[in-house]
């Protein structure tokens, strides 16, 4: 084995859970895609694409091994769904579940989840959705692996609130309602529309003060896309004011030397309290 495969190999052995490594790093070799292990992503765990007759995969890089592979063979099977059909099919169609499934079989036989997770990859594997985001009982199960530093960062999930908590969700301040079949729905107070959100959203809950002015009611650093603009907070040892959200990131200005920076959306910062 030469240096670069030992190289890759062991990035490979950062991710992966260590029964699927090789068979990963098979299938990367074999249907010779571009992989990038990005930063976490708020609107997606990893992408497939194909421009210029070449393949190339994404999978954020701050999920937890499982995770991690259940995105992996996700975007891999609709890099195989391309290769047979073409942009002839539906995205998430049956032939893309046909693909996925195979592979989720595949990489259970082989051992690469753990016990606890089979039961619930098989069900999945079943009747997959466009996103393993939208199977609850999957995502609540691979949260189960993520490392203290995962747990401990992350906010609450909106099934944890009481009805009638206040939240912020991505800038705006919600009320939660009441929970549905599969939904918990919550109004949007400066316009007073219905919105419906997957239980494992997390959000921030607050409190309104005597002032009409809410307090955000976490002390950990939040992910900047959810804190709203006009707020100060500090980042980098430095202080910011946040003046608005862009898709990916948010435009923020240095409150030292006055200067407009765009800081990605998914970085976590300090809330400074005014």
């Known amino acids: 084995m030469d240096a670069k495969t030992q190289k890759e190999l062991k990035l490979f052995a950062e991710y992966f859970p260590q029964q699927a490594l090789e068979p990963c790093f098979k299938l990367w070799k074999t249907l010779n895609f571009d992989f990038k292990i990005t930063a976490g992503r708020r609107t997606k765990l990893g992408d497939y694409t194909h421009r210029s007759g070449k393949h190339k995969i994404t999978v954020n890089g701050d999920q937890n091994p499982y995770a991690f592979l259940v995105t992996y063979l996700h975007e891999v099977a609709h890099l195989q769904t391309f290769e047979q059909f073409k942009n002839k099919v539906n995205p998430h169609g049956q032939e893309w579940k046909s693909a996925y499934t195979r592979l989720l079989h595949e990489f259970l036989a082989m051992g690469a989840f753990d016990k606890q997770l089979e039961a619930i990859i098989i069900a999945h594997a079943n009747n997959p959705g466009a996103s393993s985001c939208t199977d609850p009982a999957l995502q609540k199960a691979l949260k189960h692996f993520n490392t203290h530093q ?45 919105y419906l959100f997957n239980h494992l959203a997390e959000v921030a809950p607050v ?68």
Do not use: W
């Not at 030397?257 to 998914?266: A, C, F």
């Open 207 to 274: 409190a309104q003060l005597p002032g009409g002015d809410m307090e955000i009611l976490v002390n950990s650093p939040i992910p900047l896309v959810h804190i709203p603009a006009k707020t100060r907070f500090r980042y980098q040892n430095r202080l910011f004011v946040k003046h608005k959200q862009q898709r990916v990131n948010a435009v923020c200005q240095d409150m030292n030397d006055k200067v407009l920076y765009e800081i990605r959306s998914s970085e976590r910062v300090e809330i400074v309290s005014t």
């Open 150 to 194: 995962q747990h401990e960062t992350r906010l609450p999930h909106v099934e944890e609130l009481e009805i009638g908590q206040l939240f912020l969700f991505q800038g705006r301040y919600f009320q939660l309602l009441e929970k549905q079949r599969s939904r918990f729905k919550a109004k949007l107070l400066e316009a007073g529309k219905y």
